[in-house]
């Protein structure tokens, strides 16, 4: 097999791994999406036990039915102005593959929109927005509805040391 047809191999492999179901979320009045296969539950708001000397994303841990649990709040993880928590805030736990673990992490939303069924088709590649901005955490950005969903790695939205800063508060 020539070289060629590896690496074409390799980007449709990859481009077929962005269709499917999608949990989507709102923050900052804008929509993003998280493959529901990371999605361990939904939760609402519970008492955040702050950790001290973790970054200002990081809002604390949860015990969540014996287990510790970090949270970080996403909106401050993409230097967002944070908000006063509603009773549409929830917390989502996600799965997070690192390089030597897998970890479970709480992530503070503004609110859960719907599951949605997105084809490859309607996703496209996250545009360049110069060398300086970091938008390796996009998967993509879905087209829906005359409107664009944020499609988010959640892999490689922490990257590994606030996995292991994470690891370590919990």
Known sequence: ????????D?????M???EGKYLTFSLANEEYGIGILKIKEIIGM???TTVPQTPMFVKGVI???GKVIPVIDLRLRFDMEGIDYTERTCIIVVEIHGKTSTVLIGIVVDSVSEV?????EDI????????????EFIMGMAKLDGGVKILLDI????????ITALDVAA
Request: no cysteine; charged share 30%.
């Open 1 to 8: 097999m020539s070289r060629e047809t590896q690496v074409m």
């Open 10 to 14: 390799q980007a449709i492999s990859v």
């Open 16 to 18: 077929g791994k962005r």
């Open 46 to 48: 519970m008492p955040i």
């Open 63 to 65: 015990n969540l039915r």
């Open 116 to 120: 949605l069924n997105i084809k490859e």
């Open 124 to 135: 496209e590649d996250t545009p360049a927005f110069g060398t300086r901005l970091d938008t």
């Open 155 to 162: 892999d490689r939205v922490l990257n590994a040391e606030d």
